[in-house]
């Protein structure tokens, strides 16, 4: 029963028509926008390889999360550049670091933004590395104490939600204890379960300085050529206490935000990292392709393929154009 009952395209002749049956649509709270917080005043540093985004120093970075929960997107995750590094990031877990100050900012000004915040040393060690380091190696269990005292410093500033990014063994278990131990038994834990070593992050450790001085992340992120190892990570997070889990990179790992999807019941988050915006923006700029029909085209596979929350530096682009005139 085939053509000519059939023709698919009766129910493409029309826009209104076509957003009528369409199975998948976007929705500016749909996005997690990611903002990174540097020292001083009045900064709104340009990150040379992420075209439209910036560092913001504190004072800042309640303006731009006021754009974003204006155009109707409900949460952001922080991510910290301090002024000083060292080898165990003793900047991450200071009560006044620049993301505890910037937790502060937010909630006192934006009271029904959700906040986030990204639990890793990476940005805060001089090696650049996500957990201590001894004779060239990486120490798990070290560095759950960090994470811990981290996540903490986070909860007592305020933050609604905390997300570990490192990927050590354990570190989801061990921050959803020292949390219960310190009363905050509501403090939700969005884990960056499924998290490959990716090329596609190259521009973010651009923009935090968070390069590893030495060797690569391969020991501790996962192998890009794995899929039921995702589902492993994913189900261990669980296990010790995830409430939402993430896929990260998204495009490049549509077929992992599937799988997991399937698996669990919980929201599943995937990150279009820094790697997947600069190379629309790159490509946009260089006239090859349009920008805004691309990134709503990536953002759309992002959903389709399974995520219920896609962290995105498009947010608010994306919010404008779902929030404007018809499409
Ligand atoms: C680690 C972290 C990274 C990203 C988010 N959290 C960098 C890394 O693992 O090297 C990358 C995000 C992006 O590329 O947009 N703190």
């Known amino acids: ?56 120093s504190v004072d800042r970075v309640v303006q731009e999360a006021h754009e974003a929960w204006e155009l109707g997107i409900p949460a952001v995750i922080l991510f910290g550049i301090p002024e000083y590094k060292d080898e165990r990031g003793t900047s991450a877990c200071e009560a006044n670091g620049v993301v505890q100050q910037a937790v502060r900012a937010l909630k006192s000004q934006l009271p029904d933004l959700m906040v986030l915040t990204d639990v890793c040393i990476d940005e805060y060690t001089s090696h650049g590395h996500c957990g201590i380091v001894r004779d060239g190696r990486i120490i798990n269990d070290e560095t759950l104490e960090c994470l811990q005292a981290m996540a903490l410093s986070h909860a007592e500033a305020g933050v609604d939600m905390v997300a570990p990014s490192d990927m050590m063994d354990g570190r989801v278990g061990a921050i959803r204890q020292a949390l219960d131990a310190s009363g905050y038994t509501e403090m939700p834990i969005l884990a960056y379960s499924a998290k490959y070593a990716s090329s596609l992050y190259a521009p973010f450790r651009d923009a935090a300085f968070s390069s590893p001085s030495f060797g690569d992340r391969r020991s501790y992120q996962m192998d890009a050529g794995n899929a039921r190892e995702a589902l492993r990570e994913v189900e261990l997070d669980i296990q010790e206490g995830a409430d939402m889990v993430m896929v990260k990179p998204a495009m490049l790992y549509l077929d992992i935000i599937r799988l997991v999807r399937q698996h669990v019941t919980i929201p599943v988050a995937a990150y279009q990292v820094s790697g997947e915006y600069s190379m629309i923006k790159a490509a946009a700029q260089m006239g090859w392709m349009q920008e805004t029909p691309l990134m709503m085209e990536s953002l759309l596979a992002i959903k389709r393929a399974g995520a219920d929350l896609i962290l995105t530096y498009f947010a608010k682009d994306a919010a404008r154009v779902l929030t404007g005139p018809d499409t």
């Open 1 to 56: 029963m085939g053509f000519p009952i059939h023709r698919l395209r009766r129910l493409r002749q029309h826009a209104s028509l076509r957003r009528m049956v369409r199975e998948t649509a976007l929705a500016p709270a749909d996005f997690i926008y990611p903002l990174f917080v540097t020292y001083g005043q009045n900064k709104q540093e340009p990150i040379a390889s992420m075209p439209g985004q910036f560092r913001w």
